[in-house]
């Protein structure tokens, strides 16, 4: 499986961007998904995750409310859908599958080993 992100890229505060997570090798209904980022100093941490068996979802509070995760299983794709974006948000992006999850995990301290696959990352800067 590879995986590939886009979208990423320079927003003002307050300001929307959709990050793009193309998976290809495999089919999509086969994992689940994990958004993931990593501001400078700090740790990766995952901020969303989709199951694979029922599409169920998960948000840390930091993101809850603002971003959003959509599978479109005709592009093998999963999109991260960011709102209301603030400086805070600033970090590389990174998308991870892992094979027939059907319990995913967020936060600070998941063991990133738990996802199979991950792509290069996609760096998302909030400015004015």
């Known amino acids: 499986l590879q995986i590939v992100e886009s979208g990423g890229g320079l927003v003002q505060p307050g300001g929307s961007l959709r990050l793009s997570c193309a998976l290809s090798?495999?089919?999509?209904?086969?994992?689940?998904i994990g958004w993931f980022r990593q501001a400078p100093g700090k740790e990766r941490e995952g901020i969303l995750c989709?199951?694979?068996?029922?599409?169920?979802?998960k948000s840390t509070d930091s993101v809850k409310g603002r971003f959003t995760i959509a599978r479109n299983r005709a592009k093998n794709t999963v999109y991260l859908q960011m709102n209301s974006l603030k400086p805070e948000d600033t970090a590389v992006y990174y998308c991870?599958?892992?094979?027939?999850?059907?319990?995913?995990?967020?936060?600070?301290?998941?063991?990133?080993?738990?996802?199979?696959?991950w792509g290069q990352g996609t760096q998302v800067t909030v400015s004015f």
């Open positions: 090798g495999g089919t999509l209904d086969r994992y689940a």
């Open positions: 991870a599958a892992e094979t027939d999850g059907d319990e995913c995990l967020i936060g600070p301290r998941v063991p990133l080993v738990k996802y199979d696959y």
């Open positions: 989709a199951n694979s068996n029922d599409g169920s979802t």
